[in-house]
C-alpha cells in the first residue's frame, strides 16, 4: 500500500509539472464522455445530405435553423422585416437573372435559383428598369420614324414613363397575386397540388420579364418584322420560365384545369409584350396638317405633305 501510495503521488507531481510548463494544454477527463463532434454526427445520419447541400447553396448555420425552425421572423411592422427580402448578394441576382435568360428544359426555376431565399431586390430593379427602357426606346422610335419630315416637331412623351410604370408593377404584382391565391384554393381542393408562396411567385415573375429590357432596346429598329421576331423570341425564353416553374404545381389537378391555368399564365405574358410593342413602338403615323406658304400675289399655296 505504501508503494501504491508513493507511486500516485509521484504521477501527480508529473503531471503538475506538465501543466505548470504548459499551462494552455488542455486536459481531460476520463470519466468524461467523448462527445461526436455534430457536421459529422450528422453526415453519418444523412448520407445524401452532402448533394441536397450542392442544390441548396447555403451555409452550414442557415441550414441548421431552417431545418429546425429556429429562424425567427421580425414583425411586419418594423424594418427589419422587410429588410429580409432584399438580402441577396450580386452574385445570387446575377444567377437568378441568367437562369431566367437561359432557362434548362425540365427545371424548376424556384428550386434551382430562388430556394429558401425568395428577394424583392432583383424584380424591383428590373420592372424599374424595364419601366425606363420601354419608356426611353418608345420616344426614341417615334423620333427616329418621323425623322426629316419637315412638319414633325419632336416633344418628348413624359405619360409613357407612368403609363408604363403602371403596366409593368401591376403585371408584376397583380398577376402573382391572382395566380397565388388560385392555387391556394386549388391546394385545399387537391392535397397534392403544390404551393409556392406569394414572394417566390413575385420573384419568378420579376426575374422572367428581365429579357424584355434588351428587346426593348432593340425595339428602336424601325423594322416590324425584326419587332415582332424579337418579341416572339423574348416571350418564348420568358414564357418557358413561367411554364417550367407552374406546370409542376397543377399537373396533378384536373387535366383541362391544369392546362387552363397554364394557358392563361402563357396568354397574360403574350398580352403584355404585345401590348407594350403596340402601344409604345407600333403607333399609328400621325397625319401632320400640310403648311400653308403665302404667295407673293396675296394667295396662300397649300403644299400636300408627303
Same mark, same amino acid.
Given at each position: 500500500?505504501?508503494?501504491?501510495?508513493?507511486y500516485l503521488?509521484?504521477?501527480?507531481?508529473?503531471?503538475?509539472?506538465l501543466?505548470?510548463a504548459?499551462?494552455?494544454?488542455?486536459?481531460?477527463?476520463?470519466?468524461?464522455?467523448?462527445?461526436?463532434?455534430?457536421?459529422?454526427?450528422?453526415?453519418?445520419q444523412?448520407?445524401?445530405?452532402e448533394?441536397?447541400?450542392?442544390?441548396?447553396?447555403?451555409?452550414?448555420?442557415?441550414?441548421?435553423e431552417?431545418?429546425?425552425?429556429?429562424?425567427?421572423?421580425?414583425?411586419?411592422?418594423?424594418?427589419?422585416?422587410?429588410?429580409?427580402?432584399?438580402?441577396?448578394?450580386?452574385?445570387?441576382v446575377?444567377?437568378?437573372?441568367?437562369?431566367?435568360?437561359?432557362?434548362?428544359p425540365?427545371?424548376?426555376?424556384?428550386r434551382?435559383?430562388?430556394?429558401?431565399?425568395?428577394?424583392?431586390?432583383?424584380?424591383?430593379?428590373?420592372?424599374?428598369?424595364?419601366?425606363?427602357?420601354?419608356?426611353?426606346?418608345?420616344?426614341?422610335?417615334?423620333?427616329?420614324?418621323?425623322?426629316?419630315?419637315?412638319?414633325?416637331?419632336?416633344?418628348?412623351?413624359?405619360?409613357?414613363?407612368?403609363?408604363?410604370?403602371?403596366?409593368?408593377?401591376?403585371?408584376?404584382?397583380?398577376?402573382?397575386?391572382?395566380?397565388?391565391?388560385?392555387?391556394?384554393w386549388?391546394?385545399?381542393k387537391v392535397?397534392?397540388?403544390?404551393?409556392?408562396?406569394? &414572394?417566390?411567385? !413575385?420573384?419568378?415573375?420579376? /426575374?422572367s420579364?428581365?429579357?424584355?429590357?434588351?428587346?426593348?432596346?432593340?425595339? +428602336? #429598329? @424601325?423594322?416590324?418584322?425584326?419587332?415582332?421576331?424579337?418579341?416572339?423570341?423574348?416571350?418564348?425564353?420568358?414564357?418557358?420560365?413561367?411554364?417550367?416553374?407552374?406546370?409542376?404545381?397543377?399537373?396533378?389537378?384536373?387535366?383541362?384545369i391544369?392546362?387552363?391555368?397554364?394557358?392563361?399564365?402563357?396568354?397574360?405574358?403574350a &398580352?403584355?409584350? !404585345?401590348?407594350?410593342?403596340? /402601344?409604345?413602338?407600333?403607333?399609328?403615323?400621325?397625319?401632320?396638317?400640310?403648311? +400653308? #406658304? @403665302?404667295?407673293?400675289?396675296?394667295?396662300?399655296?397649300?403644299?400636300?405633305?408627303?
Amino acid at each position: 500500500i505504501t508503494c501504491l501510495v508513493m507511486y500516485l503521488f509521484a504521477e501527480f507531481d508529473d503531471a503538475a509539472n506538465l501543466l505548470a510548463a504548459n499551462p494552455d494544454a488542455t486536459t481531460i477527463s476520463i470519466d468524461e464522455p467523448v462527445e461526436i463532434p455534430k457536421n459529422q454526427h450528422g453526415r453519418l445520419q444523412e448520407p445524401g445530405r452532402e448533394e441536397d447541400d450542392e442544390l441548396l447553396g447555403t451555409d452550414d448555420s442557415d441550414k441548421t435553423e431552417l431545418l429546425a425552425g429556429q429562424k425567427k421572423s421580425a414583425p411586419f411592422w418594423t424594418f427589419e422585416y422587410y429588410q429580409t427580402f432584399f438580402d441577396v448578394d450580386t452574385y445570387q441576382v446575377l444567377d437568378r437573372i441568367k437562369g431566367s435568360v437561359f432557362p434548362v428544359p425540365g427545371k424548376n426555376f424556384v428550386r434551382l435559383y430562388i430556394r429558401s431565399n425568395p428577394d424583392l431586390y432583383g424584380p424591383f430593379w428590373i420592372c424599374a428598369t424595364l419601366v425606363f427602357t420601354i419608356a426611353v426606346s418608345g420616344n426614341l422610335s417615334n423620333f427616329f420614324i418621323h425623322l426629316g419630315k419637315p412638319t414633325y416637331h419632336y416633344v418628348p412623351e413624359f405619360r409613357k414613363v407612368s403609363i408604363a410604370a403602371t403596366t409593368i408593377y401591376a403585371y408584376a404584382w397583380l398577376v402573382p397575386l391572382a395566380l397565388w391565391g388560385f392555387l391556394m384554393w386549388r391546394n385545399s381542393k387537391v392535397m397534392n397540388i403544390v404551393s409556392y408562396s406569394f &414572394l417566390e411567385i !413575385v420573384c419568378v415573375y420579376g /426575374y422572367s420579364l428581365f429579357i424584355y429590357i434588351p428587346t426593348a432596346i432593340l425595339w +428602336i #429598329i @424601325p423594322q416590324k418584322v425584326v419587332r415582332w421576331v424579337l418579341v416572339m423570341f423574348s416571350l418564348c425564353l420568358s414564357g418557358s420560365v413561367l411554364v417550367m416553374t407552374f406546370w409542376p404545381a397543377v399537373r396533378d389537378d384536373n387535366r383541362r384545369i391544369a392546362l387552363a391555368t397554364v394557358g392563361t399564365i402563357v396568354l397574360l405574358h403574350a &398580352l403584355l409584350a !404585345v401590348g407594350c410593342l403596340a /402601344y409604345f413602338f407600333d403607333a399609328p403615323e400621325l397625319d401632320f396638317p400640310a403648311p +400653308i #406658304i @403665302p404667295a407673293h400675289n396675296g394667295t396662300t399655296v397649300i403644299t400636300k405633305s408627303q
